[in-house]
């Protein structure tokens, strides 16, 4: 038996599940060869299994998982084989009912559904270890498997008593004493003061909703909990022998934990990416979708895993659109350049019944290797396998975007200056957008991840200040950083305290302002940016702003544009301050995307940025990856009609057809001699 040298190409394939095929093993037979036609290399297994590899308590069947790695692996095909913790057997839960989740109305589930168990459970974490110990005891020197696939999308809370204790516990280890909680939690307020840890329930609908401390807190216990879950399942798994990468497999903008927690112990980080191509502009799906790969790559700050994604439709948004001609292999290369070392589908083998049956395959019902996605596939593969080279690049950021998960769960749970959308999301992906659209590579960071390597950093809306964050930027600006702030920042501690003295809380003097108050504006009304005399900045003299209204006051910040209506007309609206060697400009509302747009390509000509391109045309997108002094440039259409485009001299193109144009819904890679952008 062998396998090719997989680990200089670029992992292909995805979640193939044969358990529900084992009663036809001419179909069986019939995949594999279908696998190695579309140049499949890699399938995820075993996500899904877990009542046929113990179909009853402490009977185990794993004959046909050994049959299936071996024939995969005589095919030259590797497995990334999962933990089938994600979704548990139906005797599991007959048997031991506290593994069944309890909501936040303290209703208990009944079985059903996946997802649905609790993590703090003793049972249920030995049960767990019971398979992942099994399933290590027969494959950990399976040559075919090269990484385990940690669980299935971690996700949601269980509130039941013993989620209550470990709560209690979790607490009491943070203050140590009841009054130093009281304190952070401001409960003197209501006059809804604790007497002891006993007495703390977590967050709920008939209960308390109110303490934002608390609700703060609980989110975070809830990653704690289930970072915890995670290491317990690869600890046992490493007692047993496991020597291959772990990796454990995100969702899009999920805001349910806080995914830089878990990442700290998993090798890979990767994700599950399911835009909803078609419905709306593809340019702007792209960018979001963007953002989310290089979150996932900032990460680790090192290549992710594109786990799953669909060959065509899923079945579960509102409207299922089938991917146009181009769209599929669009897709897989938006993932590699932004820093992906895979490209993976969900599913392989389409299911005959159940909740999924009509989500798309790359082999369908009909299962033949004659269909329009077959081939679309099958022409991905054979790409993927040319631009091998690139595997394992890095991609160089200039610029910074922090989007941390913390700040956002306590301004989103907050009553405050709009409760009915702060357009946090939005606002980020103004700014990553309008920097992509200038020509950078962007990461997307938290608060505690350094900012040193960059010479842009967009802080929207960092309403919680944490981890340093005050100290960083200050030093990151004193040494000639170009810091970009805007309205709703540094408005409270980690505790969820309100700073006193002023906001943004210890960044006043770097901005030269301090914010006074905080207009929210209705839906569907605006404001407008003006510029003030001769900034030199703006191509545009007018921009609308909605949402929010900074007011600010000034102390040495120089305006550069001011509110145009209400009775803050005149009011700053756009502001600079130097400080040490850099700059800190501070947006005072949600403005349009063209002020973003405008405003960071005048700060990166102004600071002598090199692009990654120049002149990108409306509906590119550029993004690119380094190894040693190569840089590889992805230049990808996301529109149905050509663009043209000027590439540069000394661009040596790899990969796509250019004739002064890209092709709609196509890609271009282009390889060049680079030297690192230098602070
Ligand atoms: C993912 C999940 C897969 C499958 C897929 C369908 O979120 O991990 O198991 O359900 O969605 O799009």
Known sequence: ?????????????????????????????????????????????????????????????????????????????????????????????????????????????????????????????????????????????????????????????????????????????????????????????????????????????????????????????????????????????REAGVQQPTVVNFMNDYTGLDYYKLAEHVDYVSWDSYPTWHHKSDVLTAFDTGMQHDLMRSMKQKPFLLMESSPSSPNWQNISKVKKPGMLMNA???????????????????????????????????????????????????????????????????????????????????????????????????????????????????????????????????????????????????QGGILVMTYWSGIVNETDLCHIGGTPHGLTDVLGLRSEEIDGLCKGETNHFLPLGKNGLFMKDRYECSHLCDLVHLDGAKPLMTYAENFYKGYPALTVNNYGSGLAYYVCADAEMDFYLDLYRNIIAEQNIPPVMDSIPEGIEISSRTIKNTEYVFVQNFTEEPICIRLPNEAEILFGCYDGAIQGYSSVIYRKKTQLPQK
């Not at 998982?65 to 089938?84: C, E, F, M, S, W």
């Not at 932004?338 to 993976?344: A, I, K, L, P």
């Open 1 to 237: 038996m062998s396998v090719p040298k997989l680990c200089q190409q670029f992992i292909y394939g995805g979640d193939y599940n044969p358990e529900q095929w084992l009663d036809r093993p001419d179909i069986l037979e019939q995949d594999i060869v279908l696998l190695k036609k579309a140049h499949i290399n890699t399938v995820t297994l075993g996500v899904f299994s877990w009542s046929v590899l113990e179909p009853q308590e402490g009977v185990f069947r794993f004959e046909w998982l050994h049959k299936i790695i071996d024939r995969l692996y005589q095919n030259g095909i590797r497995v990334i084989l999962a933990t089938p913790s994600g979704s548990r057997p139906r005797w599991l839960a007959e048997k031991y009912p506290e593994v069944l989740r309890v909501r936040e109305d303290r209703v208990r589930y009944l079985y059903g559904e996946r997802h649905n168990h609790c993590y703090t459970s003793p049972v249920y974490r030995e049960k767990v270890a019971v398979i992942n110990r099994k399933l290590a005891e027969n494959f950990k020197d399976h040559p075919a498997v090269m990484m385990w696939h940690i669980s299935n999308e971690y996700r949601d809370e269980c509130h039941c008593p013993l989620c209550q204790q470990a709560f209690r516990k979790w607490l009491k280890n943070r203050y140590q004493n009841i009054d130093e909680l009281n304190h952070a939690w401001w409960t003197t307020f209501w006059s809804h003061t604790y007497q002891s840890f006993d007495q703390i329930e977590s967050p709920s609908s008939i209960g308390e909703k109110g303490l934002h401390g608390l609700t703060l807190d609980w989110k975070r216990f809830v990653t704690a909990q289930t970072t915890d879950f995670m290491c317990h399942e690869i600890r046992v798994l």
């Open 332 to 478: 897989a290369l938006h993932a590699v350049a932004h820093g992906s070392d895979s490209v993976q589908f969900f599913q392989i083998r389409q299911s005959r019944g159940g909740f999924e049956k009509f989500h798309s395959a790359v082999i369908d019902h009909y299962g033949g290797e004659d269909t329009r996605i077959f081939k679309e596939v099958t022409e991905t593969g054979v790409v993927l396998e040319t631009l091998a080279e690139i595997k394992g690049s890095q991609v160089n950021a200039a610029a910074a975007v922090i989007y941390d998960m913390e700040s956002r769960w306590a301004m989103e749970s907050a009553k405050g200056p709009r409760n009915e959308g702060l357009f946090y999301h939005e606002a980020a992906l103004k700014s990553y957008q309008a920097l992509r659209k200038n020509g950078l590579n962007v990461d997307v960071i938290n608060m505690e991840q350094s900012l040193e390597k960059y010479r842009i950093i967009a802080a929207p809306m960092l309403y919680m200040f944490r981890a340093g964050i005050e100290e960083k930027l200050r030093g990151f600006v004193q």
